[in-house]
């Protein structure tokens, strides 16, 4: 055998090609022409792309080695066909037409021609070109060596005929189903892709998940995934994207430009840079980047969504001759809508982390400023207060004067209250100043609160009603935390409560929660001012509230140390009559 030419000449694997069932039809067919016609060698070829592969011989198994999988290119053997005499389905191109160059092709038997005019020689070639049914060549049936020496008679060149008609027949069933297994295999690639795409928050996970099934589906030798880096958020990629920094760069802008026209790019050494996808130098830069990963030819698919264009990934094949079909050109632009759709997710995602995670920063500098600023403002005014009672106590003092610091003793009293409240909201404000909670029993704290509140609501008579199961009910609170919202809410309730009215204070235990519920026959609360009920300072504009002292700041403080708990605190109330403040606490899971 000669090969003539010492360039590798690209190859397919055909265990991979088609299904068992298929090749063993068209082995069949070779295999019944070589033994029936009586040749030593039949091939038959499939087009793909600009090649044909000898996907099928029968032969010597020097031949065979030799072949299998082996590629032609179709415009040579088109070449010849020109050239050949017209045998029916079968084309003859004595060896002293065939050109030079069709001997680096095929099979060049070793053989010695016998002596006669019709003696068959080594380069003679005797092929039949096979259709699919609507015309277009689909592969290639070849002949070599007859047995006796002899070019083929006329009865021989019949019985040829009915052996094209079942190669052509077997070719095109072994054609379909390699169609079908690839969109099979396209549509396989696209279930695993959207199945990782969807399962996972972390981009590079995702990326590197994606680069089996894409490397699978699209029969291809090379991947490269890259997303670009946007504002605050990093570009990822997955591990083989190791293409030089400026080559990627220049790509960019032709993936940028493929995703708005939602195609792809094609990239081979016969192909021409294509001015509405990629300019010159970004089809340039495509084919250097393809030559430094040892590829035949690539399809740069733009990664996005919406009008967003956010990556690109890069498919190869090491092989030029094995071309991108329409099936994998669309079917690469709906997977990499999956996978921009992923990326956009993460994003969000990764977004929506770092924006916690500055809100969280921005609470405990809140709570920083809230507790430098109050014990700075608490010295200063333990002095005043301290003066003012010195003061007080002077009998001395009598008439206007005694009155002005009898009013300065109250603004200090309430600048005082102001100072402690803001204190402990620096606290319960602060994200980071709550442990690990252990579970406590709330009844002691429940009835400690109330007691604290005796002595306040007998001087207003009030009369409180207390109703606690009797027996422990264990709750996820800091016991501190919890005497705090209860002794704020009781306070409220006697003060926005006129006389001779009943204060009440539950604890319901319920499956996953704890319940306590503040009630009070009180002035109410407006539908309105409870809206803002929970918000710093609020204070409200009914005239019997506002007569009462108060920072605005007990709710606040309320419902922060509720949800830091993972509770919630809600109200019921109508003006004049009576407000109901439950809270629910989490109860320790079992
Ligand atoms: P403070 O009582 O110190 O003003 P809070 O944050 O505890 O601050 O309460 C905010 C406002 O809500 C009060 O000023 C008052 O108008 C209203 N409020 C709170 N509790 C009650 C209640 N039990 N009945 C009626 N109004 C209430």
């Known amino acids: 055998m000669t090969d003539g030419s010492s360039l590798p000449r690209p190859q397919i694997d055909v265990t991979t090609w088609s299904d068992v069932g298929s090749r063993d039809a068209l082995d069949l067919v070779a295999s019944s022409v070589a033994e029936m016609i009586g040749f030593e060698i039949a091939i038959v070829s499939v087009v793909r792309g600009e090649q044909m592969y000898a996907v099928s011989v029968e032969g010597s198994n020097e031949a065979t080695a030799a072949m299998l999988g082996v590629a032609t290119p179709v415009s040579m053997v088109l070449a010849e066909l020109e050239r050949a005499d017209d045998w029916g389905r079968f084309r003859f191109v004595p060896h002293e037409r065939v050109q030079a160059d069709v001997r680096t092709i095929g099979w060049v038997p070793d053989l010695d021609p016998v002596d006669s005019p019709d003696a068959w020689h080594p380069l003679d070639l005797l092929i039949a070109p096979l259709f699919d049914d609507v015309g277009t060549m689909i592969g290639l049936l070849s002949i070599d060596v007859p047995m006796g020496g002899l070019r083929p008679g006329p009865t021989q060149r019949q019985m040829l005929e009915r052996f094209v008609v079942q190669a052509e027949r077997a070719l095109r ?57 946007t504002g605050s958020l990093p570009s ?13 760069e220049t790509i960019r802008g032709a993936a940028r430009r493929a995703w708005t026209q939602q195609r792809v790019l094609v990239v081979d050494e016969r192909g021409q840079p294509d001015d509405s996808v990629a300019s010159p130098e970004e089809f340039y830069a495509a084919l250097e980047a393809m030559a430094i990963v040892g590829m035949g030819t690539m399809m740069l698919v733009p990664l996005g969504a919406g009008h967003e264009s956010l990556g690109h990934v890069i498919l190869g094949r090491k092989d030029p001759g094995l071309l991108w079909s329409p099936d994998e050109q669309s079917g690469a632009l709906d997977i990499a809508r999956d996978i921009g759709q992923a990326v956009l997710n993460s994003r969000t995602l990764l977004q929506e982390q770092q924006m916690v995670s500055e809100l969280r920063r921005l609470a405990t500098y809140k709570s920083q400023v809230l507790s430098t600023v109050s014990h700075e403002l608490k010295n200063p005014l333990s002095a005043v207060s301290g003066y003012v009672e010195i003061l007080e106590a002077d009998p001395s003092i009598t008439g206007s004067a005694r009155r002005s610091i009898e009013s300065l003793h109250r603004a200090s009293r309430r600048m005082e209250r102001l100072v402690d409240d803001l204190l402990v909201l620096a606290v319960v404000e602060d994200p980071e100043s709550l442990g690990q909670v252990e579970p406590m029993d709330a009844v002691p704290v429940v009835l400690e609160a109330l007691e604290l509140t005796r002595v306040a609501a007998e001087r207003r008579h009030l009369t409180l009603e207390v109703d606690v199961p009797g027996r422990a009910v264990p709750v996820c609170c800091e016991p501190g935390d919890l005497d705090r919202v209860l002794t704020n809410l009781l306070s409220n309730a006697v003060k926005y409560t006129p006389q001779d009215r009943v204060i009440s204070l539950s604890l319901v235990q319920h499956d996953a929660e704890v319940e306590l519920v503040v009630r009070d026959q009180g002035i109410g609360i407006s539908h309105d001012d409870q809206a803002r009920l929970f918000t710093e300072f609020f204070r409200s504009t009914n005239p019997q509230a506002v007569a009462q002292p108060g920072t605005g700041l007990g709710l606040t403080i309320c419902r922060r140390i509720v949800e830091r708990h993972g509770g919630r605190i809600v109200v019921e109330s109508a003006l004049g009559e009576g407000s109901t403040f439950r809270v629910f606490l989490p109860a320790p899971s079992v």
């Open 236 to 248: 990822a990629g997955s591990p083989s994207s190791n293409l030089p920094e400026h080559l990627v």
């Open 173 to 229: 069933m072994a054609v379909e189903r390699d169609e079908l297994a690839a969109r099979i295999r396209l549509a396989e690639a696209a279930r695993r892709v959207v199945r990782f795409a969807t399962s996972q928050d972390d981009l590079e996970s995702v990326l590197d998940d994606c680069r089996h099934p894409l490397l699978d589906g699209f029969r291809a030798d090379f991947l490269a995934i890259r997303t670009y880096s």
